[in-house]
């Protein structure tokens, strides 16, 4: 069966029994509040983590089944944080990406170099190529490092708080490049924690205490009741539009 999919997945540390299904071709958005489970969710769907209890499926297939090239070409993982490799220049950064086509010892092909170049135009991170990542401000690595994941063509995307360090141009321009990934097939779940950029997902899950507690379209689950119990009596939730826009009430 298509998709990437979390069954009962208890441990580790914060997993308290979560069920989620990314499908293929859809945009999924993971919120909630610091030290719910999201981080330890995502690396345990991107077979970084092992889950005490239940397992990840990836194409009906358990995860812990997959090589690690194999999965590398199906599934791609971007980190809350580093290390960074620093000392090495964007375009050798991205490259990397290729590492589950190409293996350790693989010559690059015409496809390598055609995916690279994808990458970093669609993250907007062309213009750095010859940049040693070290020198990057942290949004310009941000994107450098989507690119990276993107390199590898994968079919699933998982992305931790992919927005982090950005300006609002560039928000705005990954928050395009995820509706454009799944409108191209991929299966794509990312952390975030601005309720406006989730609500631009085709679905939203909120995590709490280690459990998939709402999970649904944007509209039906971005309530002013759901949000105040997560962050508190200040968040208030406008309707423009058709959309649910969260603002704090001073
Ligand atoms: N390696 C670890 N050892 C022990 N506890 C851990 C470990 N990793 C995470 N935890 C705990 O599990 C809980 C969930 O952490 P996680 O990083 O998944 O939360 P999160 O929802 O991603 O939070 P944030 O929004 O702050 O990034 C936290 O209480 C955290 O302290």
Known sequence: MAGLEARGLWGPHALKGVDLALRPGEWLALLGPNGAGKTTLLRAMAGLLRPQRGEV???????????SYERGRLLAYLPQGGPYPEGLLVEEVVRLGRLPHLGLWGREGKEDGEAVAWALEATGAAHLRGRLLGTLSGGERQRVLL???????PRYLLLDEPTTFLDLEHQAGVVALLRRLAEMGLGVLAVLHDPNQA????????????????????????????????????????????????????
């Open 57 to 67: 499926l990836l194409e009906g297939k358990p995860l812990r089944a997959y090589g």
């Open 147 to 153: 690119a990276r994941a993107l390199a590898a063509k």
């Open 199 to 250: 609500a631009l997902a085709h679905r939203v899950a909120v995590v709490h205490g280690g459990r998939v507690v709402a999970q649904g379209r944007p509209e039906a689950v971005l309530t002013e009741p759901l949000l105040q119990g997560l962050y508190g009596p200040g968040v208030r939730v406008a309707h423009l539009g058709g959309r649910p826009h969260v603002y704090l009430d001073g």
